[in-house]
């Protein structure tokens, strides 16, 4: 359960540094202006070799790796929901790293999404510990022939 909880918060930091990079390279290109019909081919160019977005887009294909390897391993209700902890770290960097203003409100948000995962991880602990050990055939883990660690 650990390495699945460091590969988790590998994926979460790279998915919140990804978004962050990406943000800053959409500004750098749109400068906030607005996208229109007749400047959106240009402006796609532009933000397509923008070496923050290039970054930013490194950073979200690391989280996805993280995210296929943590599929693999567990069940999806529970490693989708904890997902939404990037949420949370993305949050952060946007107030550290972007200075943007984060309300009361959001952060109660956050917090709520902090519980949700918690709850998730709990009940996982306690699934787990319940669980008897398994007679297993050669070749067989969980039920799912082939698949070995």
């Not at 993305?90 to 709520?112: D, F, H, I, N, Q």
């Not at 918690?118 to 669980?131: G, M, S, V």
Request: aromatic content about 10%; some cysteine.
């Amino acid at each position: 359960m650990t390495k699945i909880l460091i590969i988790l918060l590998v994926g979460l930091v790279c998915e919140a540094v990804g978004v962050v990079l990406l943000k800053e390279g959409i500004n750098a290109v749109c400068g906030g202006g607005d996208i229109t019909l007749r400047n959106v081919w240009p402006m796609f160019w532009k933000v397509v070799v923008h070496p923050r977005v290039v970054l930013g887009v490194f950073f979200e294909a690391l989280f996805f790796l993280c995210l296929l390897y943590l599929m693999s391993q567990k069940d999806i209700s529970f490693v989708w929901p904890l997902t939404s902890l990037s949420f949370v770290m993305t949050t952060l960097a946007a107030l550290v790293y972007l200075k943007e203003p984060v309300s009361w409100m959001r952060w109660c948000g956050v917090a709520l999404i902090m519980a949700g995962a918690a709850l998730i991880t709990w009940n996982e602990k306690q699934r787990e510990a319940q669980a008897p050990p398994a007679a297993r055939a050669p070749g067989v883990e969980g039920g799912v022939v082939g698949r070995h660690e």
